[in-house]
């Protein structure tokens, strides 16, 4: 899950000369919505069957919450008005779009079966819903956070991409990953002693811990130690050196996010790891944020003094399909990325199903690079 | 570009308590369109301003095709009615869409500048149209095919891994591909002294030559011997032993292509191939298609007494954002296809762009499959 203070929200874009900054050229999907909500949600039901209709039955479940403001209303099989998110029904009635100035010109929809939860906390929308084809879908402020279906690609490879190559890691700070996957995923390494966790979002554990109790498991672990809080503030309070692995579960970096992307913070990451010690942060797509991963990579090496490399994995809900990490190292003892050196012992921790995604071969594939990107970012690195 | 009599067609969903057999529930979207396409269209127009209107003012370049009898109306800027290609405007005004039978529950969807042609073959429904941040794309009966942004990692890829896993092939056959990319890519082999392609639909070659230039320069190599004809036969009819590889550029084995998955079409290239020789087919999504993907292996495993493996890459707009390949070689010469033998010499083919994608590294990388995967391939495969 890709989290902390989510800007992002779902947009209609208006093209003009200046696609350049699209941010300056944006209609909330939400203004949109209200707009077309009623009558494409007749057409659509007036042409489904009631098969049809009964599968998009939009229900919402938390009458009192503040997203009902920005919601279209939706006319159901049996004709009442049910009040249904903002990012629904623009698209196809019944399906969720997501859109964002973060990669305008497309849309990855899913079709929706059932709204399980919709709320705002003081720093997101929050949405749960049962997706007819990838299981129940976690979305922040309009952009899909994990589904079940492929939850498995990412915070498997963001969580044994650095704890593998190390040996022994025993204390582990987590920024964000209020769901508890990157939690589940630390568990399974025995010799870690200590698991502590930022997240700035309560209402996302909450709602993890309720809908998706295969993902919040990892809340479950006598290791961890949970802080709802600004990540950013607790990496500058941390103990020097204390850390054996930071893994930053962020979001992208437009707008409150985007300090997580800049020098400070990898700074007040650097001070935190004892030598030697690794970070692994989300770094966007390679189809998408080039220019964005040049940034983060000539930043990364200006700081860690070790190892600095460049990641990437199948995520098939995450736009372009693709998630890349930034994996760096502290001055100390070697970290070679490619090869790593802990294998998981997946007994150690019991009430974990086995891996689904992640293995050796896989770790090291992670890091060949395709040609157009291998370039800028080798050159930026070394 | 994934070709040869495409099935696949765009569809919105019925979902019913036979979830399992989706083919017997589906509404061709084109029906759906038709139903809905005057509202929203009014509805869209009317809350873009002008110069977003004008972004989507959708021509029909081809008047007398016969596309136009499935295609909706659209209102313009300036109130005209113009007829826009059935795959549009039932999602999001001015967006093509991407549903299919193969993928059901989910949709990729693509801004659309300006529909650039539209016309109907023998075999399928072929438009091109300028998108608004993929460039130019390619979609064969409501199925995209290629976007000029990421063409560059199927057309690589599906091409250079068989080739660069055997030393000089000479002899090089490719089925389906009529867009030119295979052949472009083909064409960097300074070994290679022929390559036929057998292509069933003219529309397709004609169309690339006219929009996607850089694509179909592959057609100007003098190697190239151009047929256009159904691959089935013609390789029915090809000579025992002759080639040194056989691309399959093939459609989905959901109808008509179904055979080009099966037992007698693997044989008939096993014997078109010399000991030793290679073949390389497209073999859908990991995330989306397993129970086709164990089929397909276990075909290859029993006709192929060479190496059976399966590879896969990341291609943004096609579903899952991913795409497989199965890749066979004959009894005969040893072939390792995860550590290529025959590095591509760039310089050979004067006329061509660097290579964007493919290198050595995501060769191997390629082969290094999720568990989930894993576990299922090797068990056929070995």
Chains 1, 2 share one sequence.
């Not at 902390?4 to 003009?16: G, L």
Request: proline share 6%; with cysteine.
């Amino acid at each position: 899950m890709k989290l902390i203070q989510r800007i992002s929200t779902a947009y209609i874009f208006r093209f003009t000369s200046h696609q350049n900054n699209p941010a300056k050229t944006l209609i909330p999907l939400s203004h949109f919505t209200r707009f077309l909500s009623s009558s494409p949600s007749r057409a659509a039901a007036a042409a489904m069957d009631a098969k049809e209709a009964s599968a998009t039955d939009l229900k919402r479940p938390r009458e009192e919450d503040d997203a009902a403001a920005a919601a279209a209303s939706m006319e159901t099989e049996n004709g009442d008005q049910t009040k249904e998110p903002a990012c629904f029904s623009s698209v196809i009635p019944g399906w969720f779009s997501e859109m964002s100035p973060m990669w305008p010109g497309e849309a990855h929809s899913l079709k929706v079966e059932k709204v399980l939860f919709q709320g705002k906390s003081d720093y997101q929308d929050v949405i749960v819903f049962q997706s007819a084809t990838y299981g129940k879908v976690l979305v922040l402020d309009g952009v899909i956070q994990l589904t079940e279906r492929d939850e498995c690609a990412y915070q498997e490879m963001i969580t044994h991409l650095p704890l593998c190559s190390i040996p022994n890691p025993k204390k582990v700070l987590v920024i964000g990953g209020g769901d508890g996957g990157v939690l589940r995923e630390v568990a399974r390494h025995a010799s870690v002693e200590q698991i502590d966790m930022c997240e700035i979002d309560k209402m996302v554990v909450d709602v993890s811990k309720q809908f998706f109790p295969n993902v919040a498991i990892g809340f479950e672990d006598p290791r961890v130690n949970l802080v709802i809080g600004d990540g950013v503030a607790f990496l500058k309070n941390a103990a020097e050196g204390s850390y054996d692995a930071v893994i930053v579960d962020s979001s992208d970096p437009i707008g409150p996010a985007k300090e997580l992307f800049e020098k400070p913070f990898f700074q007040s990451v650097a001070r935190a790891l004892r030598p030697g010690g690794v970070v692994c942060t989300q770094a966007e797509s390679l189809w998408l944020h080039m220019d964005i991963i040049e940034d983060i990579v000539s930043n990364c090496r200006e700081i860690f003094k070790g190892s600095v490399n460049y990641a990437w994995t199948s995520v098939p809900t995450y736009p372009s399909g693709v998630i890349g990490f930034m994996l760096c190292s502290t001055e100390g003892p070697d970290v070679d990325f490619k090869n790593p050196v802990n294998p998981i012992d997946d007994s150690s921790s019991k009430s974990n199903a086995p891996l689904k995604f992640y293995n050796a071969e896989i770790h090291s594939a992670a890091f060949c690079l395709p040609s157009f990107a291998k370039k800028v970012i080798e050159s930026k690195a070394n």
